[in-house]
Every structure is written in C-alpha cells, then in structure tokens.
C-alpha cells in the first residue's frame, strides 16, 4: 500500500506500478496544487531519480538504468538524453585515452618505468592479481571471444602458414631426429615395441594375414585372366533363367496396394479373355517376385522390372507410389521408360498414381481395364 505523503491527505493506492503516473500527477494537481517534481523535491523519494543529462525527475520503473563498467550511474528519462550522454562520454572517453597514451610516453621517456619503485609495485600487483585469479578470468574471456568470432582457427592458422614457409617444422624433426639417434632412443623404443608385439602373439597374426592376402590376389588375378569369373557369371545366368526365367537373384519392391489393384485387374480380365496371361509379383507360383523381366543391354545383363504386364497384347501399367513423385525419380522413370519402349517397341504404358487409387479404387480400375481392352481391339 502507498500513500501521499502530504500533510492531511489520505490518498493511497495498491497499484505500486503505476502510482506516480497520471491518477496520481492529478491528485496533486487538483488537491495539492504543485506539479510530480515538486513533490520528489520536497520528499526526496526514492522512487525518483535524476536524469544525469537534463535533471528531470522519473519514477524508478520508468527510467532507463544502467551502470557503466567503472560503476557509475548513467541514469537516463528518454532516448535523447541516451544519446546525448553517449556522444559525450565518448568524447570523454577518446580525451582521456590520448592523456592516457601521452602520459604513458612521457613516463617511458622520463625512464619511469626502470625505476625501482616501479618495478616492486609492479610485483606487487602482479603477486595479487595471481592470488585473485585475475590472469584467469581475463585468459577465460578471451579464449571465448576468439572463440566466438573465430580468431583463435585463423591465428592459429597463419601460424602453421609461417612455419611452414620458413620450414621451422622441417629443422624442429630433422634435430628430433639426429638427437633420438644420437641418444639411441630409436633403438630401444624399436626394441621394445618388437617384445610386445612377439609377447602378444600379434606378429604371427599379422604375417598370416598378409600371407593369406598374397595368395588371395594371385588366386585372383589368375582366374581372371584364364576367363574362370566368365564362365562362373554365364553358368549362374543360365541357371537362373532356367529355374526362375530372369538372369539376377534381385527381387524388386512393391506395395500392397499396388498388388490389390493387379489382383482386381486380373479376375476382371480373365472374365473376357482367359487365355491372357498377367505377370506381377504376387501371381506367381514360388515366392519369388512374378515380375515380368525386360533385357535393356545384353552385355552388362541390365534387365528392368514391369509393375504389371500381359506379353500377349504387349500392355503394361506402372504403379507410382508417392516416392515417384519426387522430380529426380520422375526424370529417372522417363529413363527407364524408354529403355523399356526400346527392348519391346510396340510397348503400350499406363502409369496409375497410388493416390488415385486411394481416392476412388473403382474409377481407377475401370480406367485400366478400358486402356487394356481397347488396347486388344486395336491390336
């Protein structure tokens, strides 16, 4: 609770905030009859303070605050009373940094600095400073502001630059150097690196292993060069197209709901022309992917995976899962598009987006079918 400090006046409030603000500026006016700084004149408040450019008194919570690094108050009413204060401390600043500077030469040339009493109050400082940790701090703030603005990676940098130029790391090894074999300290680290080594059963290992590497890169090189891989690579080809019709062991992905539509697919097919034969992953007899299989290069054995395909009308649907819609895999199926058109020329191809079928699975289905028969009609 606050209250007026007036004689005979009862005014109070409970709003801390704002009690020196207009409510109260008009309660002194009409009752009172003097003004906001007469009243923190007289009462001398601590809830107003002086503006140390103009004089003008503002409530505590109003004022701009701050303490300068030296402690002092630079208590300010308004932005331009701020920037005052920082021109002219700055002004202040710069005049007492060039006495500062003259006076430090003046002292240098006068041999001030030499002097004895110098010297032991210098110590004394220092001693002090080390007992408080001041060395510390200041090594703590610096490391992080060069941290911070990356001086330290660059100075450290330059550094290594210079060196380098002036081969300081060169002299610096080769004197390491002549100094370990001047001393022997080469011949007994070697010496007992080797009892360890041969302690740890780690040298047999090691001559195993390289052994075992030779052999292996001999092994190698000689059945490629009597054509051994060759004839292992078209022995596996043949088998794989024999047992499973496809020349690679890769089994394709696919979605279920892919597998959904080439199911809905086939039975309604199969009503009209049931000689047609529809090849997709899951229609086979193994459980291995039923995928139709496309040669594109007959040398590098590159072959490609159709969604769904009847060889019979050469028809076939692509299903695009959301992956596709991604501009690289859309460049990538154009690709593959036509490589496939260039293997089977008279390729037909719908691409159906799994999108649409989530939105309306019949459409999508009636859509195929109609590409598929008019497909036959034509053919």
Not at 136 to 144: G, H, R, V
Not at 155 to 164: C, F, N, P, R, S
Not at 305 to 324: N, R, S, V
Request: hydrophobic fraction near 30%; charged fraction near 35%.
């Amino acid at each position: 609770m606050r209250k007026c400090l007036e004689e005979n006046c009862n005014y109070e409030t409970t709003e801390e905030k704002y009690f020196y603000g207009p409510s109260f500026v008009n309660h002194l006016w009409k009752r009172h009859n003097i003004s906001r700084r007469q009243y923190a004149e007289k009462h001398k408040t601590e809830e107003w303070i002086p503006c140390v450019v103009c004089g003008k008194f503002i409530a505590k919570g109003l004022i701009y605050q701050k303490f300068d690094k030296y402690g002092n108050n630079i208590n300010t009413c308004c932005n331009k009373c701020k920037t005052i204060l920082r021109i002219e401390r700055g002004k202040l600043n710069g005049k007492l940094k060039k006495a500062a500077k003259q006076a430090s030469k003046t002292r240098k040339e006068n041999g001030y600095y030499e002097s004895d009493s110098y010297k032991a109050s210098n110590e004394l400082r220092v001693q002090k400073m080390l007992e408080v940790g001041t060395y510390t701090l200041i090594a703590q703030k610096s490391n992080k502001k060069k941290a911070e603005t990356g001086s330290a990676k660059t100075g450290a940098q330059k550094g290594h630059k210079t060196k380098l130029e002036k081969g300081i790391y060169k002299t610096a090894t080769q004197n390491r150097t002549i100094t370990m074999i001047t001393n022997g300290t080469n011949i007994i680290r070697a010496q007992k690196a080797n009892k360890t080594i041969e302690e740890k059963g780690i040298r047999k290992d090691m001559m195993r292993k390289a052994r075992e590497t030779r052999i292996k890169n001999k092994t190698t090189e000689r059945m490629r060069n009597d054509g051994t891989f060759t004839r292992a690579m078209i022995k596996y080809e043949e088998t794989m197209l024999r047992k499973y019709g496809r020349r690679y062991n890769i089994q394709p992905n696919y979605s279920e709901m892919s597998q959904e539509l080439f199911r809905e697919i086939e039975v309604i097919i199969f009503q009209f022309q049931k000689n047609l034969k529809c090849f997709y992953a899951t229609n086979g007899e193994t459980f291995r992917s039923n995928e139709y299989v496309v040669t594109i290069r007959q040398k590098a054995c590159s072959v490609r995976y159709l969604d769904f395909y009847i060889p019979e009308i050469k028809t076939c649907i692509e299903f695009d899962e959301k992956k596709h819609e991604n501009p690289k895999r859309k460049r990538y199926d154009k690709i593959r598009e036509k490589q496939i058109i260039k293997a089977i020329p008279d390729i037909r191809i719908i691409r159906i987006k799994e999108r649409d079928f989530k939105q309306n699975k019949q459409k999508t289905i009636i859509e195929a079918i109609n590409f598929i028969l008019e497909l036959k009609s034509v053919n």
